[in-house]
Every structure is written in C-alpha cells, then in structure tokens.
C-alpha cells in the first residue's frame, strides 16, 4: 500500500503540472458549482478575491516602472539592420488596433458588474481638463507616485531613467536588467495564485448577483476578439499592401498559420521568438534584420495588448456613467498604443495597464485592479487571442518591409 501511494503522484502535485489556464478553468467551475449549492458559505470566499486584487495593486506601479526603464537602457539597435520602417510599422499597427477599439466599443457599449460602494470618480470634462491633469500627474514625485498608483508618472520616470541609463556603464545597465528580472519573477508568483483569487471573485460574483455575469462577459469577450480579428484579418493586410503593392493575404494566412497558432497556445510571445525566427528563415527575410526585429516585436509590438487596455478601460468608464468624447477617446488610443510597449515580461501583463488608461478618466485605483481581475477571469481566451495577434504581427510586419516582397 506504501508503494502504491508513492508511486502516484498527489493531487496538489497534478495541480501544479497543470498549465495556469487549465487551473484557472478549473477554478471558474468549482467556484460556480459551490456558489450555486452554498451561496452564503460562497460570500465568505471573496477574502480571496480581494487579496489577490491586492496583490496585484501593490506589484503593478513598480513592475511598469522597472519593465519601461529597464527595456529602454538595454535597449541595443543594429544601424545596419533597416529598422526604423519595421518600428513605425510596429507603431502604426498598435495604434490602429487601439483605434479599432474604440469604435468597437462605441459601436458595442458594455458595462462591468464592479464593487463601486463607495468609490467615487472624478471625470474629466473635455480634452483640455484631461492634458492638464496628465501634466500635473506627470510631474509628481516617483516615490508618491508609486505609493500612490499614479501609472501616468509612473511611466513618465520610468522612460526618463531609461534614456538617462542608457549612456550609463554595463555594469548599470545589467544590475537595472537583473532587477527588471527579480521583479518579474514576484509578479509571475502573484500571477501563480491567480486561480485561487479568481475562486474567490468568481464565487462571490456568483453568489450575489448569479450567472447573469457570464453573458456580460462574452459581450466583452466579443468586442475584444472581434476587434483582434478585424485588425488581423483587414488592417494587416491593409498596412502590408500599401507598403507592397501586392496581394498580402498569402503573408498573413501563412503568419496566421505558423506563428499565430502555436502563440495562441503558449501565451507568450517570448517563447514564440524561435517559432518566428524560423519562419522568417522559411520566407528568405534579411537575417540581420530579423533577428533583430523579432525579439524587438516580442516586446514593443502590442496591438492586442492596446486592444485589450483600451476595451476594459472604456468598459470601467461606462460602469461609472462616465461620458467619453472623441478627442479624449483618441487621446486614450495614443496612451494605450505607448504603454502597451510596457506588457512583455509576464503572462497578462497587458491587464496590469489598465490602472494607466483608467487613470485618464479620474477612475479609482481600485475599481480599475478589479478590471483587471476580471481579465484574469477572461483571460483563458482574451490573453492567448492577444498573443497570437502579436506574435504573428511580428513576422507580418518584418516581412513587409524585406526585399523579398519587391522581387
């Protein structure tokens, strides 16, 4: 009977072999079916909830802080490499996708069920009242603003450390690298325990309002996939025929194909590097400029992250009745193509942007980590959609500008 047991593997230990997205999956349903049989024991689970909300508010300021200081001072680019049509490509497609969402959830208004007891927001009037506060939020000390969760300057440090650090000694430039590092690794275990918070939120959503949430998150899941697909499907291949002239849906169908499936199911566009690096040597692309490229894209090419902050961040405001005009919606695009570059490093890391697009509007601090839980609890689609439009993006765009094209 000793050797039976040691021989099969425990069940806290089939728990951890476990992807995070399967234990997330499996988390959303045990809480649903105890939320149904024991609704009031249910409530109690919200502790839960609300500590990993917590978690995530104290590690976000400075995991933006740390991830844009230390990309821009390591940041090394290859002259010889042709970049710069790649990198405004890169932009040009962020920014668009944030754009695409902002129709997309103009056209599809939806609203957040949110613990708002309490919270009070203070939106702005008009595009004028919104540049004045960025200017005033901007200039704050880094510390109060980190205590404090202003994203705004938060970012603002952080891209002017980065570029002071640049012209700094090595040495600096890998001890800043190494830090970016460590803090990664304490959000990564914060994002670990994302099943056990989701239990907790999922439980007591339930419990209190019943699964009427659910279709209030397939209506978000549908804006936010269907403005990805929109931008894959009709503003790539848009991009890519006014710099070819030619027929670009071959390149996309087959970006789609290699390098957008297999990121659909890692979530990671770090560890889809390799997956596009040999696609690029498939197409006959420019080796200097690829491997260059590539890495680069895995970090600062985010339209799906600008997609995803800037449908959440809408979707808080409507929550709170806060009217949004066009200028400020396209003020909203512009911050979220910019921060998106700050999403690489962690899995969901584009979710840890919206506290930055949210404090646009006034919106409270925590109202928007509560966003931002629920896109943890979307995220088993909403973060491997985001992924693959990445990643394949990547190729997509590198490809474009190659030589190859123009034979």
């Known amino acids: 009977?000793?050797?039976?047991?040691?021989?099969?593997?425990?069940?806290?230990?089939?728990?951890k072999s476990m992807g995070l997205v399967s234990q997330i999956i499996i988390a959303i349903i045990l809480a649903s079916i105890f939320a149904t049989i024991a609704p009031?024991?249910?409530q109690s689970f919200a502790v839960l909830?609300?500590?990993f909300v917590n978690a995530l508010k104290a590690v976000a300021p400075v995991l933006i802080f740390v991830l844009v200081m230390s990309s821009i001072a390591n940041q090394k680019l290859n002259s010889d490499a042709n970049l710069k049509p790649i990198i405004f490509l890169y932009f040009i497609g962020t920014l668009s996708a944030a754009c695409v969402a902002v129709v997309l959830s103009f056209l599809f208004p939806t609203t957040l069920t949110l613990d708002i007891v309490g919270a009070s927001a203070n939106p702005p009037q008009g595009l004028g009242e919104v540049l004045t506060t960025l200017a005033f939020k901007v200039v704050e000390n880094p510390v109060t603003a980190i205590t404090n969760g202003n994203f705004i300057a938060v970012l603002a440090w952080g891209i002017g450390l980065g570029l002071a650090l640049k012209h700094s000694n090595e040495s600096t430039k890998a001890m800043v690298h190494d830090f970016s590092e460590a803090i990664t690794g304490i959000v990564r275990f914060v994002i670990r325990l994302a099943p056990i918070g989701i239990?907790?939120?999922v439980a007591n959503t339930i419990a209190s309002t019943g699964f009427s949430v659910f279709s209030e998150y397939a209506q978000l899941l549908t804006v936010l996939v269907g403005s990805m697909l929109i931008?894959?499907?009709i503003v790539n291949p848009l991009i890519v025929y006014?710099?070819?002239?030619k027929n670009p849906y071959p390149l996309v169908f087959t970006c789609l194909k290699e390098s957008g499936i297999t990121a659909f199911f890692t979530r990671s566009s770090a560890a889809n590097v390799p997956i596009n690096l040999a696609l690029c040597k498939k197409l006959d692309l420019h080796e200097d400029t690829y491997s260059i490229s590539i890495p680069l894209g895995s970090a600062i090419n985010m339209a799906g992250a600008a997609i995803t902050v800037t449908v959440l961040t809408l979707a808080t405001a409507n929550s709170l009745d806060i009217v949004i005009d066009l200028p400020t919606a396209l003020l909203l695009c512009v911050v979220a193509s910019?921060?998106?570059c700050g999403s690489s490093g962690v899995a969901g890391g584009s979710l840890l942007l919206i506290p930055l697009a949210c404090s646009l509007f006034g919106?409270?601090?925590?109202?928007?980590?509560?966003?931002?839980?629920i896109g943890f609890i979307i995220g088993v689609i909403q973060d491997s959609a985001e992924t693959a439009l990445n990643s394949s993006t990547d190729v997509v765009f590198t490809a474009a500008t190659s030589h190859y094209l123009s034979k």
């Open 49 to 51: 909830g609300q500590l």
């Open 231 to 233: 931008i894959a499907l």
């Open 242 to 245: 006014m710099v070819t002239k």
């Open 40 to 42: 009031e024991i249910a």
């Open 1 to 15: 009977m000793t050797l039976a047991n040691e021989g099969s593997p425990s069940l806290s230990s089939k728990l």
């Open 199 to 201: 239990f907790g939120l």
């Open 338 to 340: 910019i921060s998106a």
């Open 363 to 373: 919106i409270p601090n925590d109202v928007a980590m509560q966003v931002v839980a």
